[in-house]
């Protein structure tokens, strides 16, 4: 009985949230933050150690702005490090969770020879700049042929560990490995290392990846999401529990499937070493959407009827959704249009009391706002 109760709440609740969450194309509003920058890929803030309100700006050729009341100042500046065009550039950021008293960053780009690269720096006493010299390579992938699909995503999970994520190697059906399914590869996973112990090297959380561009953990209850870029068929979202982060490496398919479906490439089988994991979302490449930008739980304050549902993007049709899932991973409220932007939506951000930003490639940022 107390199982059937327990469903039912489940359900009426769902019901409820369905009926109170607007589903037009026009249900949040987008606040213009900043704008001039070129060719963006991220925009940040660290949870501490920093003034309320400052956001990081990151752009794909190599620089990061530290904005404050309204006003940039550079930050770091590695262009001459940095191989820019098509997917390759500096493509994200982290702040250490001690940021407030180790000063450490990283970041993950493409270097000159193309291979990935993940660096760890630290800020000035007062965090408006970069020590020079203290840049440390922690982490270099290398991606031989095709220049696509670089993955690109930075993030720290609530238990302490640094998490990267990298493309497949690029080309189609993962035809440079195949990578994704092979275990011996660093390319086409999810990658973890302890920041206090880096000689204990990194380790494979995650395998069967085809481009997980973004990714996030939820900053309430630790849970992962990622956004992986499909082929020509699907756009997925992949969701873990905290409680299972760290144990059996999952696998999230690819190149066996994309999406939820079999996929036609034949070139590889299914590393059944770890679980597969299925996407808890999908959506088709219909009316013009080809890439998934993944994005964040929401848990700020301006939307009361958001909180809790993950927010995310198609790069080229600009439209913004979100779904909601329950603790089990099991979707709850399926995906709903929340606007249509008229920009392709590269990124999206964090601010330290949970705002989300939404990143135009083109150089401007925008905040989700009621």
Request: glycine residues 16%.
């Amino acid at each position: 009985m107390g199982r059937r109760i327990g469903v039912i709440g489940v359900v009426l609740a769902a019901l409820v949230v369905g009926l109170l969450v607007p589903a037009t194309a026009s249900a949040i509003r987008l606040a213009p933050v900043a704008g001039g920058f070129d060719d963006l890929t991220q925009v940040t803030a660290p949870r501490r150690g920093d003034t309320a309100g400052v956001l990081y700006v990151v752009e794909q050729e190599g620089q990061i702005f530290r904005r404050r009341s309204g006003s940039n100042s550079l930050f770091l500046d590695i262009r001459g490090r940095v191989d820019l065009g098509g997917e390759r550039g500096l493509l994200s950021m982290a702040f250490d969770p001690a940021y407030g008293t180790n000063r450490f960053f990283y970041v993950y780009y493409t270097d000159n020879n193309g291979a990935i690269r993940v660096a760890r720096f630290r800020a000035n006493a007062a965090s408006t700049g970069t020590i020079p010299g203290s840049g440390k390579i922690i982490l270099r992938v290398g991606h031989p042929g095709a220049s696509n699909h670089n993955g690109g995503q930075l993030a720290f999970a609530a238990n302490g560990r640094l998490y990267a994520a990298t493309g497949d190697g690029g080309g189609g059906c993962d035809s440079e490995g195949p990578n994704a399914q092979n275990l011996r590869s660093r390319l086409g996973k999810l990658l973890s290392v302890n920041p206090r112990n880096l000689g204990a090297g990194w380790r494979i959380e995650g395998y069967g990846l085809r481009n997980p561009w973004r990714f996030s953990f939820d900053r309430a209850n630790g849970r992962l999401y990622i956004g992986d870029v499909g082929q020509g068929s699907q756009e997925e979202v992949d969701t873990r529990r905290a409680g299972l982060l760290g144990g059996k490496r999952e696998n999230y398919g690819w190149n066996v499937y994309e999406g939820r479906l079999f996929n036609p490439c034949g070139n590889t089988r299914l590393n059944r070493t770890g679980p597969l994991v299925r996407p808890v979302s999908v959506y088709s490449h219909a009316a013009g959407r080809c890439s998934i930008t993944g994005g964040f739980v929401y848990r700020g304050r301006a939307i009361n009827w958001l909180r809790g549902s993950y927010v995310f993007a198609d790069y080229c049709t600009g439209e913004i959704w979100r779904i909601r899932v329950n603790s089990d991973g099991r979707r709850v409220v399926g995906r709903r249009l929340l606007r249509d932007a008229p920009f392709n939506v590269t990124s999206f951000g964090e601010g330290v009391r949970g705002a989300l930003y939404v990143v135009d490639q083109s150089g401007s940022i925008y905040r989700l706002a009621a």
